[in-house]
C-alpha cells in the first residue's frame, strides 16, 4: 500500500542541527512532490517547503527559507529535511506528504523535534 | 504568506449542517482552484476531506462538500455525526510553489 514512514523522534539543543527522514513506499517515487509541514503544540499546520523528487527543485517558506533544506535520494525513495540553528519554538511535530498542486493525499506518521536546552 | 483565515469554533447538532469559511486573498483561493481541506482528530495526523475546491477523494462521506466563491472557499459538512466533531484546516496554493494553511476550526458536535 501507498505510505510514508518518518524516522524517531528527535531532541535537540537549541542552535543543533535536526535531519529526518521520510520513505516512500507503493508508488512511483517521481511522480509526486514531497511537502514538509509542521504543527506545534496546539497549533495548525505550517506548511514547510516542497521538494520535486523528479529533478530534486525545492521550494521553501519564506521564513524558514535559509534554515530548511529538502533532499532526496531516488535509490531508496527517501527524502530527507534538514532544519538548522534550531530555537524552541521549532518544538513540533514534523510530518511529510505525498502530494502535487491540488492537495495533500497520502501523510506519514509524524516525527516529534522537541528543541530544549 | 499569512495564513488563511477560518473561524476558531463552529457547533452543530447531530443531524445539523454547518459550513466552515476559508478566507484568502486573489493571490491565492481568488486565483487558484487548488483549495484543500483537513479533517484532524487529536492525535491524528490530518486527513484528506475536500480537493480542488470542491471535489471528494474516494472513501470521504458524500456528507462532505466544498464549494469556492472569490477569495473564500467553504467546506459543509450535512447530516453531522458525532465522529465529525475535529479540528479542520483549508490549504491553498499561493503561486510561486508554494502552499499555505488556515488557522484551523474546532468543530463541536453538541
Known amino acids: 500500500q501507498v505510505q510514508l514512514v518518518q524516522s524517531g523522534a528527535e531532541v535537540k539543543k537549541p542552535g543543533a542541527s535536526v535531519r529526518i527522514s521520510c520513505k516512500a513506499s507503493?508508488?512511483?517515487?517521481?511522480?509526486?512532490?514531497l511537502h514538509w509541514v509542521r504543527q506545534a503544540p496546539g497549533q495548525g499546520p505550517e506548511w514547510m517547503g516542497m521538494i520535486d523528487p523528479n529533478g530534486g527543485s525545492t521550494s521553501y517558506a519564506q521564513r524558514l527559507e535559509g534554515r530548511v533544506t529538502l533532499t532526496r535520494d531516488t535509490s531508496t525513495s527517501i527524502v530527507y529535511m534538514d532544519l538548522r540553528s534550531l530555537r524552541s519554538e521549532d518544538t513540533a511535530l514534523y510530518y511529510c506528504?505525498?502530494?502535487?498542486?491540488?492537495?495533500?493525499?497520502?501523510w506519514g506518521q509524524g516525527t516529534m523535534v522537541t528543541v530544549s536546552s | 504568506q499569512s495564513a488563511l483565515t477560518q473561524p476558531a469554533s463552529v457547533s452543530g447538532s447531530p443531524g445539523q449542517s454547518i459550513t466552515i469559511s476559508c478566507t484568502g486573498t486573489s493571490s491565492d483561493i481568488g486565483t487558484y482552484n487548488f483549495v484543500s481541506w483537513y479533517q484532524q482528530h487529536p492525535g491524528k495526523a490530518p486527513k484528506l476531506m475536500i480537493y480542488e475546491a470542491s471535489k471528494r477523494p474516494s472513501g470521504v462521506s458524500n456528507r462532505f462538500s466544498g464549494s469556492k466563491s472569490g477569495n473564500t472557499a467553504s467546506l459543509t459538512i450535512s447530516r453531522l455525526q458525532a465522529e465529525d466533531e475535529a479540528d479542520y484546516y483549508c490549504y491553498s496554493y499561493t503561486g510561486s510553489t508554494r502552499w499555505v494553511f488556515g488557522g484551523g476550526t474546532e468543530l463541536t458536535v453538541l
Open positions: 507503493g508508488y512511483t517515487f517521481t511522480r509526486y512532490y
Open positions: 506528504a505525498r502530494g502535487g498542486f491540488d492537495a495533500l493525499d497520502i
